[in-house]
């Protein structure tokens, strides 16, 4: 069975992402009753742009990377640092000049960011003085021939005077021939972002996402809020805030790319720190939350959020990982807020579903959006029907033109039919709402029953003692076969257990999962309590690290000789 969306398809237009976004601000900040709101604040530094400013400013950078320092069309810019508005200007400059952007994560370690440099053959790095130390050593290990001019400071800092270059130093009002999209087929062709992510299998892959695929996700994401007439209400000021990372593409495309084509002011915040982000909410009476939730458990969890006005929020958005119905509950009852769900892939742009306001209560990951059809498919490769368990595949004009350097994973990915094969498993049902249960890559085999750990830590999540938790499969050489293991992070009231306090606690946990799943999900790997879950920027539970961690243990174990 093919599923498809219940919005009508729409139409996407042959254009570049930043005459996009911006010319859509414009015209529906227009509209607006007070039309001096800001587009991009930055709440570490106090700057400010409206939209006309941040065109004015993205041009300026344009043309300084066209007139001073060689920047030629299809050249790849790498962006390393923490949430800043020059990040976007940046981003935006950089598109205007023809160019590539990718992004990534500022709290790689040389290493890694050497390996992004070199395989996407960035000439250029936008970053932050904090991060010079690493850039310098990646740029050594990567062997490329980066300059210290080609090294650019989004500091705001206009006095800056040392080796490398700065943003301010770039702008420039020289003219210049400002990139732009013709055809469709330009759109499709034209490289925009290279995010790199690991895909379905491998290390990680940089994933080529074109004008269109941006365009056509803007639009995605824009039409389900005007058909609930959120963005069309202007009873109040719209207002994001960035806290996610814009290296992540929920950050890049959800929040900057949507926030500015909707004309909703987006304040940036450099790190996230609790009692910040309230402080941040109420001061700029944000609207919309961008959540994940380990954020939202801390928010329902904190007593420091009793300090804070958060009535100004009326919509969570949340992704990146599932969302419990326990926590879910409890984010509605003490703020009263609708919670809406994406779900989608750095290979769709990312958003493949969106949950219209108000829809919540079918527990689902979001309704397709427009232009995306979808099947969900047995491990033969079989369509199934609604309802049906398998892994899901979607396509549109959202979908990822392929993995860089890479057309053997691109291939594996993406099928004959120009579906993106997701590697999650999950169904649809009749109306065309997406019920995500698991990655693929992830589940444990019990003795041939399939164990989907986001379930298990979606009960987990509710016991009164648990604060954060990890499942993951460990071999059992006994029955030769993996079981279920919880990684726990108790809540702070009880963190101060003896060891003999925690394997009673540990009992009594395993006990009280046990009678609510069925015998081949329970807990047989037992119960490890740490001091934190390993996890991404954007919440992501890290598995790999926490199996490292469990590795780690059995060799110890292995190692220690027994009486």
């Known amino acids: 069975m093919i599923f498809?969306?219940?919005?009508?398809?729409?139409?996407?237009?042959?254009?570049?992402?930043?005459?996009?976004?911006?010319?859509?601000?414009?015209?529906?900040?227009?509209?607006?009753?007070?039309?001096?709101?800001?587009?991009?604040?930055?709440?570490?530094?106090?700057?400010?742009?409206?939209?006309?400013?941040v065109e004015e400013q993205s041009s300026k950078l344009a043309s300084g990377l066209l007139n001073k320092m060689n920047f030629c069309t299809d050249d790849v810019a790498l962006?390393?640092?923490?949430?800043?508005?020059?990040?976007?200007?940046?981003?935006?400059?950089?598109?205007?000049?023809?160019?590539?952007?990718?992004?990534?994560?500022?709290?790689?370690?040389?290493?890694?960011?050497?390996?992004q440099l070199k395989d996407s053959k960035s000439k250029y790095i936008f970053t932050k003085l904090e991060f010079i130390d690493t850039v310098l050593e990646a740029i050594k290990l990567s062997e490329m021939q980066i300059s210290n001019k080609n090294i650019i400071l989004i500091d705001h800092n206009q006095n800056y005077s040392g080796p490398f270059n700065s943003i301010d130093r770039i702008y420039s009002n020289q003219p210049f021939t400002r990139f732009t999209i013709n055809s469709l087929e330009q759109a499709k062709k034209k490289t925009a972002f290279l995010p790199y992510s690991?895909?379905?299998?491998?290390?990680?892959?940089?994933?080529?996402?074109?004008?269109?695929?941006?365009?056509?996700?803007?639009i995605q994401m824009s039409i389900p809020e005007n058909l609930d007439g959120w963005y069309s209400d202007r009873s109040v000021t719209h207002r994001y805030l960035a806290v996610l990372p814009y290296y992540h593409i929920y950050g890049l495309a959800i929040i900057t790319c949507v926030g500015l084509a909707n004309a909703i002011g987006i304040v940036s915040l450099g790190k996230f720190e609790l009692e910040r982000y309230m402080q941040t909410v109420q001061k700029h009476k944000i609207t919309l939350a961008h959540l994940v939730p380990p954020i939202i458990n801390r928010i329902v969890n904190d007593p420091i959020i009793d300090k804070y006005d958060f009535s100004s929020v009326k919509r969570v958005m949340t992704a990146a990982s599932p969302l419990s119905e326990d926590l879910a509950k409890r984010l509605i009852e003490k703020f009263n807020v609708k919670i809406v769900q994406i779900y989608g892939l750095t290979e769709t742009s990312p958003a493949v579903t969106v949950s219209r306001i108000g829809s919540w209560e079918r527990r689902s990951n979001g309704?397709?959006?427009?232009?995306?059809?979808?099947?969900?498919?047995?491990?033969?490769?079989?369509?199934?029907?609604?309802?049906?368990?398998?892994?899901?595949?979607?396509?549109?004009?959202?979908?990822?033109?392929?993995?860089?350097?890479?057309?053997?994973?691109t291939k594996i990915t993406i099928d004959e039919d120009g579906y993106l094969h997701s590697?999650?498993?999950?169904?649809?049902?009749?109306?065309?709402?997406?019920?995500?249960?698991?990655?693929?890559?992830?589940?444990?085999?019990?003795?041939?029953?399939?164990v989907a750990p986001a379930e298990i830590e979606s009960l987990l999540i509710g016991n009164e003692y648990v604060f954060e938790c990890a499942v993951?499969?460990?071999?059992?050489e006994e029955q030769a076969t993996e079981v279920p293991k919880a990684y726990i992070s108790l809540k702070p009231q009880y963190r101060n257990f003896t060891e003999e306090e925690k394997k009673e606690k540990a009992n009594e946990i395993i006990e009280w999962l046990s009678a609510q799943v069925a015998p081949h999900k329970r807990l047989r790997g037992g119960i490890t309590f740490v001091e934190e879950i390993p996890k991404t920027l954007s919440g992501k539970i890290l598995r790999r690290n926490v199996r490292d961690i469990e590795n780690a243990k059995q060799a110890i174990s292995k190692q220690t000789p027994k009486l």
Do not use: W
């Open 472 to 476: 993951i499969g460990v071999y059992n």
């Open 4 to 53: 498809k969306s219940n919005i009508p398809d729409q139409e996407i237009p042959a254009v570049d992402l930043a005459t996009y976004v911006i010319n859509e601000g414009k015209r529906v900040t227009k509209t607006l009753p007070n039309p001096d709101n800001f587009a991009l604040y930055d709440e570490d530094t106090h700057q400010s742009l409206k939209i006309h400013e």
């Open 79 to 115: 962006v390393f640092s923490s949430n800043a508005l020059n990040y976007t200007i940046a981003m935006l400059g950089t598109l205007m000049a023809g160019g590539i952007i990718t992004l990534a994560n500022p709290t790689y370690k040389p290493r890694e960011l050497a390996f």
């Open 367 to 409: 309704a397709l959006t427009c232009n995306v059809t979808a099947k969900v498919i047995d491990e033969h490769g079989n369509l199934l029907k609604a309802n049906e368990l398998g892994e899901m595949c979607f396509k549109g004009p959202n979908i990822m033109n392929g993995y860089l350097n890479n057309p053997e994973s």
């Open 198 to 218: 690991s895909g379905t299998t491998g290390f990680p892959k940089g994933v080529i996402l074109s004008h269109l695929n941006s365009v056509a996700n803007t």
């Open 423 to 450: 590697g999650d498993i999950g169904y649809i049902d009749e109306s065309s709402n997406l019920y995500l249960v698991e990655r693929k890559k992830e589940l444990i085999k019990f003795k041939g029953f399939q």
